[in-house]
Each structure stands twice: as C-alpha cells, then as structure tokens.
C-alpha cells in the first residue's frame, strides 16, 4: 500500500541543525509544511522547501494556530519534532492534544518513565507517537540484522563501538552541554547507536560506565548475543592518529569478532525513508525506544568503575 500524500505537517525546532533533513522529507514524501515554530527566527532555510509556511516564535502562538486550524477542518496531521532534547516530551503532547500525529527526533524523551506517562496521552486523544530510529532503515544494517537473525542464537559476539564526532566550543555553551536539557553525551549522541546495538544483539543484560565528561563518555554493554565496548567523544584527539594525520575529525566504526562493519554511506536519505514508513502505519513507536531510553538513562546515572583488560576500548588507555 502506498503510502498518503498531501499530508499537513507542523515543525518545531526549525532553525535547528536536524530540522532541513524532515523538511526535505516531508516535500520529497510529497507533502506539505504548513508551520513552524523556533524560538529563533534564523530560518531562512524554509523557503528552499516550503516558503509559504506559516511561522511563530511564540509556543503559545504556535499552539493557537494549531487549534483555530483543526476547528477549521484544516489541522495537522503530524508534528514534526526537532527541538532541544528537554521539549520533547512538551511538544509531543502539544501535537496529540491538537489531534495530530507527533513524530520525533531521538532522543524521544531523557527518562523511561515519560514513555510511559506518553502512552497514557496515546490513550487519551487517540493520536500516536512516532520516532526517528534511522539507523535501523540504513541497508547496510539491515541486511546485517538479517544475518544475524538467520544465524540464530551462537554464542555472544565480542563488537566494539567508536564515534567521533568532533564538535567546537559551541556545542558546551549550548543546551546540547547541559545534561538536564540534553541528558549528556550518550543521550544526545549515542542514543541511536544504542538502539541498534539492542536491535541487532537483543536486550540489556549488563552496563558499566568507565569515563563520563563533557567531551568522553565510554563503557561496557552486555547484551543476549554480543559483549560491546563502546566509546562516543566530541573531541578529535580521540580519532585514530593515521586518520588525523590525514586531516580527518570524524570517526565511525563497529566492529564484531574484529570485522569492520562498514556503514559510513547511504544515510543522505534514511530520514525520508522513516518518513515514508511512518506515514504508511509501519514507523517505530514507543515502545519501539524503550529499550534506547532505558539505557541512555542507565548510562547518566550509574557510578563508574575502572575497566578490565576485557571491558576496555581499545582507543582508550
């Protein structure tokens, strides 16, 4: 079945960085944005995709808007949702109580016990909650989740995670350095990778955290079918030296029982796929994220512990 076009879209968070990225979708889905709403009115941006979209830097405008349009039979039928990982959870229950569909950027909220208050307002509007869990449409995954699936269950696998994703002074000095607006590090840039990590390998059996600062974050995961060390960091000196040398400032590679598994193409267009998917019925739900957020909210809270010779990554000392 084809998935409906001409759909009606709101978005919050447009003059952020993620924000082109569900514009394209949504046009490239062959729908329509028709508001949007930031704080900041840096957004130039939409008039290469929607330029008759209607624009508010005031929520309680915005949110006005919303309700004069669905009495006037022209109301959302999703809300897009790229702001600051704290207004999540604000937003999405704005687009439920407006009647429309919210579709959210991970992290979809900081703790497991928002997810569960979310599906309570599921219940009550009779609308649903959405994400963007990109990776699992990414090819290259998906067809390793096949394989792994088929192979059945052999044993744990040893996989070690790296990314480097090197960010300037800005990003500390912005709400995305403020663990309770972003949830930290392996919230705000790790939470998909989590994701995939339980979407591949199965469920959490057992974390520790080893080093947590404002630019390092790394650990140990046990999960049913593999044992993971992991390492995400803003800071380039963690990229490989060779890799350095050559002037590169940004690092992606999982590994499992030591072959690369290369997934570094193909992500130009994984947010419209998702979208695709979503508005067919068939995008990743709440429940479909518990098992990311449970982490990520694991990993900001425990105690560290000093690795062993088998728990540490292999880019640290």
């Not at 649903?128 to 059945?152: F, M, N, P, S, Y």
Request: glycine share 8%; proline share 4%; aromatic share 8%.
């Amino acid at each position: 079945m084809s998935a409906p076009t001409n759909l009606r879209f709101g978005l919050t968070g447009a003059s952020g960085y993620i924000a082109p990225r569900h514009m394209k979708a949504i046009k490239d889905t062959g729908n329509v944005l028709t508001a949007a709403l930031d704080p900041f009115d840096s957004v130039g941006i939409m008039d290469s995709y929607f330029p008759r979209c209607e624009f508010y830097t005031q929520p309680e405008k915005f949110e006005q808007y919303l309700h004069a349009a669905r009495r006037a039979g022209t109301g959302l039928d999703y809300l897009s949702i790229c702001s600051p990982n704290h207004l999540h959870d604000p937003h999405i229950r704005m687009a439920l109580r407006a009647g429309a569909d919210a579709l959210c950027e991970k992290p979809i909220v900081l703790n497991p016990s928002d997810l569960d208050s979310l599906q309570d307002v599921e219940q009550e509007t009779g609308r649903r909650v959405w994400t963007i869990l990109q990776l699992r449409a990414h090819a290259a995954l998906v067809k390793l989740k096949e394989q792994l699936d088929a192979a059945g269950d052999q044993g744990q696998k040893d996989v070690d995670l790296s990314y480097v994703t090197s960010r300037g002074t800005w990003y500390l000095r912005s709400w995305k350095g403020r663990v309770d607006e972003s949830g930290g590090l392996a919230t705000n840039i790790g939470v998909h990778f989590f994701d995939m990590l339980t979407w591949l390998f199965g469920d959490l059996k057992h974390v520790e955290v080893h080093t947590r600062t404002d630019t390092l974050t790394s650990g140990y995961l046990e999960l049913e079918r593999a044992r993971v060390r992991w390492m995400l960091a803003i800071d380039e000196s963690y990229v490989p030296q060779d890799l350095q040398a050559k002037g590169q400032r940004t690092y992606r590679s999982i590994t499992i029982d030591g072959q690369e598994i290369e997934f570094s193409e193909g992500f130009t267009d994984l947010h419209t796929d998702v979208y695709r998917r979503t508005i067919a019925g068939n995008g990743f739900s709440l429940e479909d994220t518990r098992g990311a957020i449970e982490t990520v909210s694991r990993l900001r809270n425990l105690p560290l512990v000093t690795p062993t010779a088998q728990t540490r990554h292999r880019l640290l000392p």
